[in-house]
T-cell receptor, first 114, second 112 residues
Framework: GAGVSQSPSNKVTEKGKDVELRCDPI?????LYWYRQSLGQGLEFLIY????????KSGLPSDRFSAERTGGSVSTLTIQRTQQEDSAVYLC????????????FGQGTRLTVV | GESVGLHLPTLSVQEGDNSIINCAYS??????FIWYKQESGKGPQFIID?????DKRQGQRVTVLLNKTVKHLSLQIAATQPGDSAVYFC???????????FGAGTTVTVRA
């Protein structure tokens, strides 16, 4: 497909378990973003990747959250020892450059921690 | 229908009427703004953008207005249709920055 693809679409996990969320950005897009959207809320920035530069992790809420981007393409967001407050929709976006340009979003992964 | 004031979380509009969604942005230095539409169960979808050197920009059935004096952004939707029912977010971008900062969103419901 031509758009940003995220998997899984839905994930239910038990409190304390680790989860991995995957994002396939649009081919050729150098910038990749992760955002979190809690129920009825706006989008909260988590982390940003641009090319081979060090990622901006300033939005990660705790050290239980980490993300990687392999080969400048696919990204994985990992949440360790999940808590109920981690329940949210995790959105990935990519853009062809990093500033003042439209970001294209995936459909998101709805994470529910029970 | 119109959301007045700084921001209203919901807006109900009659099909065929024009809609106006308002957004107050936070940083006077922001130089790029986007409106996104998010339908239930989907990711945000780009509607229209505007740069700070412009006051108005038009798309298909949509117009974005930017008032930098009062840090206000609005999205006008002409002849609102049922398919326009969604949550609408404004987002701002600072110069030389890459993060989009999003507002809380306005839920638009179109009445038949």
């Amino acid at each position: 497909g031509a758009g940003v693809s995220q998997s899984p679409s839905n994930k239910v996990t038990e409190k304390g378990k680790d989860v991995e969320l995957r994002c396939d950005p649009i081919s050729g897009h150098t910038a990749l973003y992760w955002y979190r959207q809690s129920l009825g809320q706006g989008l909260e920035f988590l982390i940003y990747f641009q090319g081979n530069s060090a990622p901006d992790k300033s939005g990660l809420p705790s050290d239980r959250f980490s993300a990687e981007r392999t080969g400048g393409s696919v990204s994985t967001l990992t949440i360790q020892r999940t808590q109920q407050e981690d329940s949210a929709v995790y959105l990935c976006a990519s853009s062809p450059t990093d500033m003042n340009t439209e970001a294209f979003f995936g459909q998101g992964t709805r994470l529910t921690v029970v | 229908g119109e959301s007045v004031g700084l921001h209203l979380p919901t807006l109900s509009v009659q099909e065929g009427d024009n809609s106006i969604i308002n957004c107050a942005y936070s940083n006077s230095a922001s130089d790029y703004f986007i409106w996104y539409k998010q339908e239930s169960g989907k990711g945000p979808q780009f509607i229209i953008d505007i740069r700070s050197n412009m006051d108005k920009r038009q798309g298909q059935r949509v117009t974005v207005l930017l008032n930098k004096t009062v840090k206000h952004l609005s999205l006008q939707i002409a002849a609102t249709q049922p398919g326009d029912s969604a949550v609408y977010f404004c987002a701002e971008n600072l110069p030389n920055d890459y993060k989009l900062s999003f507002g809380a969103g306005t839920t638009v419901t179109v009445r038949a």
